[in-house]
């Protein structure tokens, strides 16, 4: 599988990251397949969070024998600095490690949001404190929503951060708002040389009344060539690495795209954005309806 610079964290991370919330509401026996189902496939880059349900219960047992292989990035979605510090500490005992290798504010979608952890007495002082004490090398900031896009732009303005992660896929394109939102991150970005890491690479559309039919709060594309397409179109993008879906049946299927990952075109990327057909619309990722 590729690898790509992660911006300056020095990282080359598999274009794939193993998003660990696939695994927050499933048995240990069905997480110990997804794990090695990405070792197999050559992933070294794992994205974990302490509201992803059981996920760092079910990753704990694997840490001793892959740490030193893979390049850990977790969040907290706390606000204050001194609940971030409890948030920290919670993760650190949950998934039996003393340090990652980044660490990031999670969630922070809003402007609102922004202030809070960038304030005074905000999350962000607690992982500059991480850093201080050898916690973590890098530090982070995610988001999902239609204004996130703005969000981390005006972020990026406030603090120096290493790393940002927000929702990229074609159908998300169709909104020629975000997409000039998201395309403007992208570039100021690699201007700075922060790593990217995009969200969101399979959803089609949203589940409206419908039963779900996969884990993920979003409706995502489920057969192979669709995924193929989406994934592709994503890395054909200037990011890095993409965590994958929130559903561990989706994992074989993402990761044997991200295997076989030929760059598009302007031309062919264009034709994908505009054959995007959601079943229904999904406003928190701004997929308009079709």
Avoid at 194 to 199: D, K, L, M, S, W
Avoid at 264 to 273: I, K, P, T
Wanted: hydrophobic content about 40%; charged content about 25%.
């Amino acid at each position: 599988m590729e690898k790509r610079l992660l911006g300056r964290t020095g990282h080359h991370s598999t274009v794939v990251t193993f998003g660990t919330a696939a695994l927050g509401r499933v048995t240990q026996d069905v997480a110990d397949v997804a794990v090695e189902h990405i070792l197999d496939h050559g992933v070294n880059h794992i994205d974990i969070a302490p509201t992803y349900g059981q996920a760092m219960e079910r990753m704990a047992p694997w840490m001793p024998k892959i740490r030193d292989q893979v390049f850990l990035g977790a969040k907290t979605r706390e606000r204050a600095k001194e609940q971030a510090w409890e948030n920290i500490r919670s993760a650190m005992s949950r998934l039996g490690v003393e340090s990652f290798e980044l660490f990031q504010l999670h969630s922070v979608g809003d402007m609102e949001s922004l202030d809070q952890v960038t304030g005074n007495g905000g999350a962000l002082e607690a992982l500059v404190e991480m850093r201080e004490r050898g916690l973590t090398r890098w530090i982070g900031i995610t988001g999902h929503g239609p204004d996130v896009p703005r969000v981390q732009l005006e972020a990026l303005d406030r603090f120096d951060f290493d790393t940002i992660m927000f929702p990229v896929s074609a159908s998300m394109f169709r909104s020629r708002e975000y997409r000039e939102d998201a395309m403007e991150l992208l570039e100021k970005a690699a201007s700075r040389n922060v790593g990217v890491q995009t969200i969101k690479m399979i959803a089609r559309g949203g589940w409206g009344e419908r039963d779900r039919e996969c884990t993920t709060w979003y409706d995502p594309h489920r057969e192979q060539e669709d995924i193929d397409k989406a994934l592709w179109w994503v890395l054909s993008n200037p990011m890095h690495t993409a965590p994958s879906a929130g559903d561990v049946t989706l994992l074989p299927k993402v990761l044997d795209a991200a295997e076989r990952f030929s760059r598009l075109d302007d031309e062919e990327m264009a034709r994908v954005v505009s054959s995007h057909s959601p079943p229904l619309p999904e406003p928190a990722l701004a997929i308009l309806p079709a």
